[in-house]
């Protein structure tokens, strides 16, 4: 539910979400296609044959790229028959600051603007660069800093903008001198909410520096 309480809350309507979710169909399946992603997967195997060797969800949503209509026929996720804007405002009126939704609004957060249905997993080793050579491992890239940071449960997916500016502040390095941002967010809303914080709040623009094919 958080995404849609930041969309409340940073006001990011439906439509934002959508022209966001489609862009980032659009750089996945490209970067899928021009095999970007081949050297980042491990093929899954059982029994000697192969199960899966490529994320499913590019692949599962590639028909709005054809479609994009498809976006406006989602089913939205806090507001239906089953679960009312209403009754979303009313559970989380501590975090909106008010028990009903305003006049007209509808919930915004849909089954194609929101994650697919699995993140998927991943794996890195972090060791010292005397251990990866004597593995015989190539060094793919140096921690030079990083750091954590809670907000409020309700804000949870702002928390990388703050956890960031905590990250630069220890090593002594501008926002403005990073080539790219790797933000692992399924959500638009909440990517959304994080890029306009993160402007308001500290002056970044995440969105110019959004690594390829993640969004």
């Known amino acids: 539910a958080t995404a849609e309480v930041l969309a409340q809350i940073f006001h990011i309507d439906r439509a934002a979400q959508d022209r966001y979710a489609l862009e980032s169909v659009r750089r996945a399946v490209t970067a899928t296609q021009r095999g970007f992603y081949a050297s980042h997967l491990v093929p899954v195997t059982h029994n000697g044959t192969m199960v899966l060797d490529h994320d499913e969800t590019p692949a599962q949503r590639s028909a709005i790229l054809e479609k994009p209509k498809l976006l406006e026929k989602a089913p939205v996720l806090f507001d239906n028959s089953l679960y009312s804007f209403q009754n979303f405002y009313r559970d989380h009126r501590a975090h909106l600051g008010r028990d009903t939704p305003p006049d007209g609004s509808h919930g915004t957060v849909t089954l194609l603007n929101a994650c697919g249905r699995s993140d998927g997993a991943a794996g890195v080793i972090v060791t010292t660069a005397a251990k990866a050579q004597s593995l015989g491992l190539e060094i793919l890239c140096e921690v030079g800093g990083w750091a954590f940071r809670g907000v409020e449960p309700e804000r949870m997916g702002l928390a990388p903008a703050v956890a960031a500016n905590e990250a630069l502040n220890r090593v002594g390095i501008s926002f403005d001198d ?29 969105s110019a520096r959004h690594a390829e094919g993640r969004l």
Not at 181 to 192: G, R, V
């Open 178 to 206: 990073l080539d790219a941002i790797e933000l692992h967010e399924p959500f638009a809303a909440s990517t959304l909410a994080l890029f306009r914080f993160a402007k308001e709040t500290f002056g970044h623009d995440w």
